[in-house]
């Protein structure tokens, strides 16, 4: 999960602070502290943090806290109003040529994911309403070419390749001569891997620019790499010259240095980062929306924007209904573990709800085809009136239902555990209270207002 021992434990500390009424400057000097360390060994670049506590000391002992009522939330505030700016500050957009189309040149070191990077970027970028053409200009590894084509054939998206082609040039420049005669806005362009001391190959990618005039010049960069990719970006910068970052694997990287570091070491922001190996698992980076998920404070906004990619409005319309009405059935909730599954991991979802990121029995529950699969089976093996009032399976219907869907019983039990967790989890989040008999996700918002 991305920054989950960073967050660990920096919501330690603040969980700490929040026990005390007033701070005295010992307090926040010991916190501060704490902080730097965590920081620290998250792999964030040395004078960054460095920087970084002496921005949040300086305004941590100020009047505005010393004299706050709640000086720990305030605090907490500057912390997280810091963060935000060590990650970029605002969301950073894709910029857009004046006259289609707007040119992305996707560069970047071996293994960082570009191929696979430029067909979620022509995804992402389709379902905002452009129109995106990907580019095999990777001509230095073997079948490049045939993979990008294949990416874009999945997903639906056109493609331009020459299996016989020689100059990365050359090819880029008839894409876009292509791209204008079609009618289309957005020219993806993938680029071979190369090491940034290859000169030869640095050479040959500034060449590729300076002839496409690139609307964008995009680093691929893998944030597992830590202050390593941090340099590569700096050279890249140096060399080439890049107008955004993108970052992939972060979902991977518990850590989370590079993408702290780099863009106060670079000053390049982060615009895009991989989240997990889904098409649709490149999101805009939103500096304040990270900061808040690794306080702890949760990101709904982000989880409602994979929610209206995932839910049509008259889908979430029939399940409020059903919410209302006390017929969300056992069924119901198989078919919404379903669309969790294409919204991805539920500890990342689990980590976009304020307070409930560290729930236990669902936070270790992976909703991949194997777990849908055993769900399926032990709901299945369940009566019509079970899987409607789940209260009444008691320890024999357990054991039936375990020998008919050829489980464990403890997976049944943990079926109604997580079952009921959710239950309480989205009556909580939304505010409502009742009986477990009122049924699941009572008060959780639709993503397209109130019926």
């Not at 590729?208 to 970006?233: C, F, I, N, W, Y």
């Not at 464990?408 to 909580?428: G, S, T």
Request: hydrophobic share 40%; aromatic share 4%.
């Amino acid at each position: 999960m991305a920054f989950e021992s960073l967050s660990e434990r920096l919501q330690g500390i603040l969980k700490r602070l929040r026990g005390k009424g007033k701070l005295s400057p010992q307090d926040v000097e010991a916190a501060t502290k704490e902080v730097k360390i965590a920081l620290l060994e998250a792999d964030v670049n040395f004078k960054v943090v460095k920087d970084f506590i002496a921005r949040v000391k300086e305004r941590a002992t100020g009047a505005e806290v010393m004299e706050s009522l709640t000086p720990a939330q305030q605090v907490i505030k500057i912390v997280h109003s810091e963060l935000t700016a060590l990650l970029g500050g605002v969301n950073q957009r894709l910029s857009v040529a004046s006259r289609p189309p707007s040119v992305y040149v996707l560069m970047g070191l071996q293994g960082s994911g570009k191929t696979t990077t430029c067909a979620k970027l022509g995804r992402l970028l389709s379902r905002q309403g452009r129109r995106p053409i990907l580019v095999a200009a990777d001509l230095a590894r073997p079948a490049a070419v045939k993979q990008l084509e294949v990416l874009a054939n999945n997903l639906g998206l056109p493609s331009f390749a020459d299996q016989t082609a020689k100059d990365p040039v050359a090819v880029s420049e008839a894409a876009v001569a292509d791209a204008v005669k079609r009618g289309i806005d957005a020219v993806l362009i993938d680029t071979a891997g190369r090491l940034h001391i290859d000169d030869e190959l640095m050479e040959e990618l500034k060449a590729l620019v300076d002839r496409v005039h690139p609307t964008e010049r995009l680093l691929v960069v893998d944030s597992m790499m830590g202050q390593d990719a941090v340099k590569v970006a700096e050279i890249f910068a140096d060399r080439i010259g890049i107008d955004g970052l993108i970052m992939t694997k972060l979902d991977g990287d518990a850590r989370g240095g590079a993408a702290l570091s780099v863009k106060a070491v670079t000053g390049v922001p982060i615009k895009f980062v991989g989240m997990g190996e889904h098409p649709d698992a490149l999101e805009p980076f939103y500096p304040d929306r990270m900061a808040s998920r690794i306080l702890g404070m949760g990101d709904v906004l982000t989880l409602i924007e994979k929610a209206e990619r995932t839910i049509s409005e008259r889908e979430a319309r029939e399940l409020e209904r059903k919410i209302r009405e006390n017929e969300f059935t056992l069924e119901d909730f198989l078919g919404e573990l379903k669309r969790l599954k294409n919204m991805g991991p539920l500890d990342q979802l689990l980590g976009m709800i304020p307070g409930f990121g560290k729930i236990k029995e669902l936070g270790s529950f992976d909703v991949g085809e194997r777990e849908l699969s055993r769900i399926e089976a032990i709901i299945s093996s369940m009566t019509r009136e079970e899987r409607r009032k789940p209260w009444i399976i008691d320890g024999s219907r357990r054991k039936r239902i375990a020998m008919g869907s050829g489980t464990r019983i403890q997976d049944v039990n943990r079926l109604l555990r997580q079952y009921w967790e959710i239950d309480r989890m989205m009556k909580q989040f939304g505010g409502k209270k009742g009986s477990r008999k009122k049924g699941v996700f009572r008060g959780f918002p639709s993503p397209f207002g109130n019926a």
